[in-house]
């Protein structure tokens, strides 16, 4: 049997931790209404496959633009609709980018017309990150760990900045990048440019402030997770930079970064 597919998984991880899809007209359906019954081993891998459609269209179905908000900016991604009890009608740099990333991954087996609407969604999300690295008046930058929906910046108490956030959507972003530059080397180049570079930098400078929040948001600290997104990105960046005979020093701070990463083994 084939190994479950990410974005069914995904999705019904999504299901479980938030409300049904903005989208989605089957509010009262976590999976796939057809999943199997009497006989879950022979009909599994058929309800697989109809759950990968499934899930795919209600993850899309969670990136603006959608039309019970029309104040939403394109590109931007709900965490939940629930907007009380609790309120996670927000945009949220790290969930963001793990879920652009998944969409990207549906790419390469795509047919034509489903590929073009993913690529909407992803250049959406590519002017809401530009949309957003460029406000005014970020109190922790670009490691701001969540926004309004319609793009503007989330002013209420919330425990920032959460660093691992750029270095993810660093990440997600120069998959794409990659992807183009078997296309479009300009358009990649310009993507790198205009929008992974801020965020690289920004990890290169912020990842030894020891003050930054954590995943789940209730400590403060070096944290080995934030860390590990870090250098992976920093690695990464300074492997694209190469391929366009550039050098901004990202390697040596990964270097840096795993040098750091024995304080959090206890050889008890």
Same mark, same amino acid.
């Given at each position: 049997?084939?190994?479950?597919?990410?974005? &069914?998984?995904?999705?019904?991880?999504? !299901? *479980?931790?938030?409300?049904?899809?903005?989208? /989605? =007209?089957?509010?009262? $359906? +976590?999976?796939?209404?057809?999943?199997?019954?009497?006989?879950?081993?022979?009909?599994?891998?058929?309800?697989?496959?109809?759950?990968?459609?499934?899930?795919?269209?209600?993850?899309?179905?969670?990136? &603006?633009?959608?039309?019970?908000?029309? !104040? *939403?900016?394109?590109?931007?991604?709900?965490? /939940? =609709?629930?907007?009380? $009890? +609790?309120?996670?009608?927000?945009?949220?740099?790290?969930?963001?980018?793990?879920?652009?990333?998944?969409?990207?991954?549906?790419?390469?087996?795509?047919?034509?017309?489903?590929?073009?609407?993913?690529?909407?969604?992803?250049?959406?999300?590519?002017?809401?990150?530009?949309?957003?690295?460029?406000?005014?008046?970020?109190?922790?930058?670009?490691?701001?760990?969540?926004?309004?929906?319609?793009?503007?910046?989330?002013?209420?108490?919330?425990?920032?900045?959460?660093?691992?956030?750029?270095?993810?959507?660093?990440?997600?972003?120069?998959?794409?990048?990659?992807?183009?530059?078997?296309?479009?080397?300009?358009?990649?180049?310009?993507?790198?440019?205009?929008?992974?570079?801020?965020?690289?930098?920004?990890?290169?400078?912020?990842?030894?402030?020891?003050?930054?929040?954590?995943?789940?948001?209730?400590?403060?600290?070096?944290?080995?997770?934030?860390?590990?997104?870090?250098?992976?990105?920093?690695?990464?960046?300074?492997?694209?930079?190469?391929?366009?005979?550039?050098?901004?020093?990202?390697?040596?701070?990964?270097?840096?970064?795993?040098?750091?990463?024995?304080?959090?083994?206890?050889?008890?």
């Amino acid at each position: 049997m084939k190994p479950y597919n990410q974005a &069914a998984v995904l999705f019904c991880i999504l !299901q *479980a931790l938030s409300a049904p899809a903005i989208g /989605s =007209p089957l509010k009262q $359906h +976590p999976l796939h209404p057809h999943a199997p019954d009497k006989h879950p081993h022979t009909g599994l891998q058929q309800w697989v496959s109809a759950q990968d459609e499934y899930s795919q269209q209600h993850i899309l179905a969670n990136i &603006a633009p959608f039309a019970s908000d029309p !104040q *939403a900016m394109p590109g931007a991604i709900c965490a /939940s =609709p629930s907007r009380k $009890h +609790p309120d996670y009608y927000y945009s949220w740099t790290r969930d963001s980018a793990l879920v652009m990333n998944e969409v990207i991954n549906w790419l390469p087996a795509a047919n034509l017309t489903f590929r073009q609407q993913l690529e909407e969604r992803i250049e959406d999300y590519i002017g809401f990150t530009r949309h957003v690295q460029r406000l005014k008046g970020l109190e922790y930058g670009l490691g701001e760990a969540k926004f309004h929906m319609d793009g503007r910046p989330f002013k209420g108490n919330w425990c920032n900045a959460q660093t691992d956030g750029p270095a993810l959507r660093a990440r997600t972003l120069m998959k794409y990048a990659r992807i183009l530059q078997t296309t479009n080397k300009e358009q990649a180049r310009n993507l790198f440019d205009q929008v992974v570079l801020p965020d690289l930098f920004y990890v290169q400078s912020m990842w030894m402030d020891p003050h930054n929040c954590d995943i789940w948001e209730e400590s403060r600290g070096m944290h080995f997770y934030t860390l590990l997104a870090q250098q992976r990105a920093l690695e990464e960046g300074a492997q694209m930079a190469e391929t366009m005979d550039e050098n901004w020093g990202f390697a040596e701070a990964a270097q840096q970064i795993a040098s750091r990463l024995g304080q959090f083994w206890d050889q008890k």
